[in-house]
């Protein structure tokens, strides 16, 4: 049973515009949340997070918004550049009583169109 | 700061043999996790070591152990390797605190013949 599920397998945004990834879990134990995005023959490269006390965490073009009660997460990106194509992971994790290292949802990739 | 290192990157191995890879982490993290990554099942979490000792465990069978050093250099160990062992084995480390974002090593290919 997946406890981090991200429904779209891929997405294409046009450059300049807003991408938006989605991410839900149901394990509501979960409490700290990252995005990750990942190149081909590359492992993840760490790009936000966010704590289950915050609603909203921004850096630079990246913003990560957290619904608790809806159990949902989503990366904005804007605006959407060349460079953002590849595949971004959802990961939550645990307090560490209930620690089951990261776990992934199976990512979207990501295309931007010139 | 270096970052997370993986060895060897690319690796073929043949059903029955055993693999050994290795992680180092970042400087002064005391953290590893060991993942696996394929295409059915995305990014699973292996184990997970803390000064020495394993602290965490996922759901895989008893042919997968690892170890980490007192530099917290890690090892996982795959023994009677099986053709669905083919994977990306990413590392990753961190300082080891409830909630710290864990940074990853660019991974060992392995595939298994």
């Known amino acids: 049973d997946q406890q981090v599920k991200q429904n779209s397998p891929s997405l294409s945004v046009q450059e300049g515009r807003i991408s938006i990834l989605n991410c839900d879990y149901t394990n509501s134990m979960f409490d700290y949340f990252l995005w990750y995005k990942k190149y081909p023959a590359e492992g993840p490269t760490f790009l936000i997070s966010i704590s289950s006390i915050k609603d909203k965490n921004e850096d630079g073009r990246f913003t990560v918004f957290l619904n608790k009660s809806a159990k949902h997460l989503s990366l904005h990106i804007v605006p959407s550049q060349p460079g953002d194509s590849a595949v971004y992971f959802c990961?939550?994790?645990?307090?560490?009583?209930?620690?089951?290292?990261?776990?992934f949802g199976k990512g979207t990739h990501l295309i931007i169109q010139p | 700061k270096a970052g997370v290192t993986q060895t060897p990157r690319y690796l073929i191995k043949t059903r029955g043999q055993q693999v050994t890879l290795s992680c180092s982490p970042i400087?002064?993290?005391?953290?590893v996790s060991w993942y696996q990554q394929t295409p059915g099942q995305g990014l699973q979490f292996l184990f997970e070591y803390f000064s020495e000792t394993q602290r965490n465990k996922g759901n895989f069978p008893g042919r997968f152990s690892g170890r980490q050093f007192s530099n917290s250099r890690s090892e996982m160990n795959v023994s009677t390797l099986e053709l669905g062992d083919s994977a990306l084995y990413l590392c990753?480390?961190?300082?080891?605190?409830?909630?710290?974002?864990?940074?990853f090593g660019p991974g060992t290919r392995l595939l298994v013949l």
């Open positions: 400087s002064g993290h005391r953290s």
């Open positions: 990753a480390s961190s300082l080891g605190r409830v909630g710290e974002t864990q940074y």
């Open positions: 990961a939550a994790s645990a307090p560490q009583g209930g620690a089951d290292g990261l776990t």
